[in-house]
């Protein structure tokens, strides 16, 4: 309401200023209030104009009041009563001891909302506040009520700040476009305002004109409309360019600790699911934690999650790898039942320990909420597992290329015998290796708590793709990984509105198993001799 | 071709044959001539659920012509499995006719609950059961041929193959699950009524399906056998253990592949095929991945590249799951599950019989020569 | 090189041109090129290059064995001589050129098997058979016969090629070990169950990679017997390290290094060459 009444200010001063309030403008103001007593919704709606365009110093609080049915009105004089129950003279502003008797409040449709909707917007674009002209501007736009043009000319004139300037032009235009009797001139050049400003708004615009319009408008509008259209039409594959890249970056995450495990050790780890499970569900203790004993911390509880998954899903990677899996190098097929089998176990036990029911993990406030960057919505959680996934990407990378462990494990992974003899203690190696795929894997259930349901079954849902993702890329490439995920998260969300959801992800399933048949060893595959022995 | 069935009948593959023989014929009489009170009586439900172990025991066969023979460790057999009992199904459902809920003579009742006006052209034929039969046969079959024709040209291999027969049965299930493929999507078929006209529920027509499910057991235990002790069979161990090797000799080992891929998806679709009635119902849940690797799993337990072992491991994973999971012990199935998974792999990598047969042989034999290093079966 | 190698010229005149171009290494300019010459050989290759990764494991390699004739080929680890074998049997497709099987086959458009059942055979370095069949069963998979899935599967073995299997096993003295499955074999029964393997196949060429190699000298010996009376009825191509084995053999050497022929003629003479010195011996 304080937004209203100094709204009510500015149209007051401009109106002294700029609009002359003359006799006229008092006429018309007494006859907006007989107009209102006329219990006519197109009265009502007469009376609502006549006090924007001759800018009434009370248009303000009477059209707020109209709005929310505390105007009353009845043959004598109108009256508003305020929120807290006292009379004004609405055509004053002076205070009455007393409602007069016989008055009712001014009954509203939607026509007459409407209306309200284009006053305040009317009201809105004098405000000395730049970015709540330009709010009332897009009020405008949105309302295309033809009444408000002198006021919306008016303002024009004055108005110096660009975007304010082009958000009331756009105003004017979608007026303009809908108004015969406007000069032809004039509407064509706001058909290309309109063009310009190319959103689903002003698309709605465009169709509105008229039927009976001439033919070189007519033209004029199917072009602008076919060319927002192609723009809009290429905001939405930007769009759907997002949610591919957010997608990617989640198979990405999922699928590159598997790149390690398979990839860089040959282990095919059925339980790799499992790990990022066992992530997500450190990240919800972790959020339990602190919601009983230090919930200043909640907006940290990521932050403290990451290590603690990496470190937790790393220790279970090692128990398996020292358990199981050392036993069953060089038999991958076995390896990968008993992996399944262990990945049972590591479900029922977490359906045991925590139910069979989805957990709540909560956002932080810094990955909470979205922000539109042109027609583009961007969602923080999404934006943020972007990040997330390129520096866990980059940060594998240097481990593997950077440190002495990395150079182990590469020189394991290309000839056990000769590293061994070198010294490298291959045993441990393999451990540490599988504890790092397996680590990473838990930062994967991390950054999925926040987008994803916490449940036993979470790691189910991603051990295919993730595989897909890890085969395509081809076995041994971390960066193979990296294109394969951002490949086939894009190809998924660009397929998705053509093939619906379902049918998308078939889609990818097939062509993966038609492209590995084309290119057995994935899409960066190491070639020659070393390859088949 | 009794030769080609029986040449070199061993032992334990004449037991087999024999305590099979003798079920299906024993079971069914037990059922239906010893009186409900009697200690020897079996009840209809019991014997429908030993006639889904023998569908199992099927299954596990096939898998095992495919895996303990050639290497070939499908992880989709499941889905072979589903479109059999789906084509069965299919036959079920237009026996129906018009005793549907809403009593529409060609539709079956999803469809019309679907609001489709007509039956779909992939329906025709299905009631006939000649034809229910050959689709039986030809779905598995086909889809089995042109999947492993692009796999085995292409030398898709080892793990790489495993994975993507994965792909193969998830994409299937999801497919399945859609409402618009015409195939009951979540619910799948059930409701049966008749087969070849007779009740699908009367105990008589439980106590047929039993002894056809032995009669195929047999027959699909005849059939790998001969294949397998054929010299087509010895190419396809010795693609097994060296494949590079075995095209190197002159042996076109995609066409081999690609004819025990496609049998053993055939026998898959028969054992679906008798799965279907004796349950009741078929949905898309029988194409989940787990499925097919639990598939696996039977014929590690019962010894891979023993065929009696594989139906054995098929009979005795199932009863166990389901005195398992009727008791108090419920909730611990999946561990004990997993941890089959886990011990036969390090453990007992030859399975029940394959151990046993290590054992029998050592003793038989004390001084044996030096048995080979299992090799990596990839 | 060329000049001190007459017995090579008539038969692989093509071979030593192409090296010449190759290498620079002739005084005289390349002489025609002879059509009849390549028709006549059993085995043509012709500047075959292959790389892997951008390693030219192969560089513009140029061979010809004649029918009837045993060759051994020489050369120090990585002179590419597995990567030949592969090329000859298709295991391996060359970037570039021409490799021709009896004159007129083009053996760059077919795969393994089809070039088998061309009649080449192969024995692997590290010896390949099967561990869990009898060296029975070993030799009928290998015994030439209809190779098709269904003629396999309703095979039935006819009294000749029972025959025929008892002969082999005779030939490669595993005649009493039959049903013992091959896994159990020691090393050299097992180059030798291969070689069987390989007579059984009855091929017109023979690649053999290192069939001496962990055998005791006894066994060598038996071996270089072995292979000489194969030679008599089958061409032949031996890859080796044992000198002494190749002088038993007492055939025309080609030494490869880099990817590509380096000397080839006698062993003595090949011997003596200051290259292949270089290249044995260091530089």
Known sequence: MRILSSLLRALALATLLALQPGAAAAQGGDDAFARFGADSFSDTNRAIEILITSAHPQAAPIIEALAEGRLLAGGGPVVIRTTDGRFIDARTGAALASAPPGLAPVRLNNSVRRGIQAALGGLGLLDPDTARRILAAEAVFKSRDAALLPVLEGALAKETDARAKAALRQAQAAILVAKADAPPFDRIAAIDVLRERGDQDALATLRSLPAESSASLKEAQARAVSDIEGKLALWRAGQNLWYGLSLGSVLLLAAIGLAITFGVMGVINMAHGEMVMIGAYTTFIVQEVIRTSAPGLFDYSLLIAVPLAFIVAGLVGIAIERGVIR??????????????????????????????????????????????????????????????????????????????????????????????????????????????????????????????????????????????????????????????????????????????????????????????????????????????? | MSRFFLQNMDKGGSIFLAIIAGLAILIPALNLLVPAGSAFHIPTSTMSLWGKYLCYALLAISLDLVWGYCGILSLGHGAFFALGGYAMGMYLMRQIGSRGTYGNPILPDFMVFLNWQELPWYWYGFSSFPFAMLMVLAVPGLLAFVFGWFAFRSRVTGVYLSIITQALTYALLLAFFRNDMGFGGNNGLTDFKDILGFNVQAQATRAALFSMTCVMLIAGFLIARGIVVSKLGKVVIAIRDAESRTRFLGYRVDRFKLFVFTVSACMAGVAGALYVPQVGIINPSEFAPANSIETVIWVAVGGRGTLVGAALGGVVVNYAKTVFTSGFMAPYWLFALGALFVFVTIFMPKGILGTAQQLWEKRRKPAPAATPEPAPAE | MTAANPGAKDHAKGVIDSNIREHGLGEKPASTFSRHALTSSLLYLDGVSVSFDGFKAIRGLSLTIEPGEMRAIIGPNGAGKTTMMDIITGKTKPDVGTVMFGGSIDLTKLDEAAIANLGIGRKFQKPTVFDFHTIEDNILLALKAPRSVARTLFWKTAAAQAKRIDDILGIIKLGDARDRLAGSLSHGQKQWLEIGMLLAQDPKLLLVDEPAAGMTDGETAETAVLLKEIARDHSVIVVEHDMGFIRELGVKVTVLHEGSVLAEGPLDQVSANERVVEVYLGR
């Open chain 1, 327 to 533: 036993f069953l190098y060089g038999r991958p097929l076995e390896t990968l039942l008993a992996t399944w089998g262990i990945s049972l176990i590591l479900q029922q036990a977490v359906r045991t320990a925590f139910g069979p029911t989805n957990r709540e993990v909560g956002a932080p406030n810094f990955m909470s909420g979205a922000f539109e960057i042109g027609q583009l919505a961007i969602t923080w959680n999404r934006l943020w597992i972007i990040v997330f996934a390129i520096l866990v990407f980059a940060a594998l990378l240097a481990i593997l290329k950077l440190t002495p462990i990395g150079l182990q494990m590469r020189a394991v992974t290309q000839n056990r015998r000769m590293a061994s003899a070198m010294g490298i203690r291959t045993g441990r190696v393999d451990a540490l290796t599988f504890g790092l795929g397996s680590g990473v894997a838990g930062l994967a259930g991390v950054a999925l708590s926040q987008i994803d349901n916490v449940s036993p079954n979470l790691g189910q849902s991603y051990i295919i793709d993730s595989f897909m993702v890890v085969v395509f890329g081809g076995v041994g490439n971390l960066w193979g990984t990296l294109v394969a995920a951002m490949t086939l998260g894009v190809a998924n969300k660009l397929l998705e509105p053509y093939a619906g959801a379902v049918l998308g992800k078939i889609a990818l399933l097939v062509f993966i198993i038609l492209f590995i048949q084309k290119r057995p060893r994935g899409l960066f595959a190491l070639k020659g001799r070393a390859v088949e022995a």
